[in-house]
Nanobody
C-alpha cells in the first residue's frame, strides 16, 4: 500500500502563484514517475507535468514556462510550482506516483493517486 498526501491548493488571483506538494509513504522500494494531473468541471483529466526518477520532465503545452515540477527523492515528495496562474488553470489537481513496493513474496508495481486538491484562480 502506498499513501499519497497532497497539500498546497487554494484560491489565488490571476497572475499569482501556488506550490503543490505530494508526499508518498508506504513500503516503497523505488519510484519511477511522479506527476500532476488536473481535472476541470466537465472535462477529462489531463497531464500537467511529470518527472522521472532521473529528473526528466514533460509538461502540458498550456503550462510550459509557467509551471515547474521537481522532486525530492529522499523524501519521496513531488512539487509543482505554479506561477502566472490563469483562470483556465482552475481545476482539481491530482498527484500520481508510479513505482515498485516491497511485497511479502517479491516486489510489485504500484500506480497510486492522491485525493486531489482544489486550485481556483479568480480573474
Amino acid at each position: 500500500q502506498v499513501q499519497l498526501v497532497e497539500s498546497g491548493g487554494g484560491l489565488v488571483q490571476a497572475g499569482g502563484s501556488l506550490r503543490l506538494s505530494c508526499a508518498a509513504s508506504g513500503s516503497i522500494f523505488s519510484i519511477d514517475f511522479m506527476g500532476w494531473y488536473r481535472q476541470a468541471p466537465g472535462k477529462q483529466r489531463e497531464l500537467v507535468a511529470r518527472i522521472s526518477s532521473g529528473g526528466n520532465t514533460n509538461y502540458a503545452e498550456s503550462v510550459k514556462g509557467r509551471f515547474t515540477i521537481s522532486r525530492d527523492n529522499a523524501k519521496n515528495t513531488v512539487y509543482l510550482q505554479m506561477n502566472s496562474l490563469k483562470p483556465e488553470d482552475t481545476a482539481v489537481y491530482y498527484c500520481n506516483v508510479v513505482g515498485v513496493v516491497v511485497a511479502p513474496y517479491g516486489h510489485t508495481g504500484f500506480d497510486s493517486w492522491g485525493q486531489g486538491t482544489q486550485v481556483t484562480v479568480s480573474s
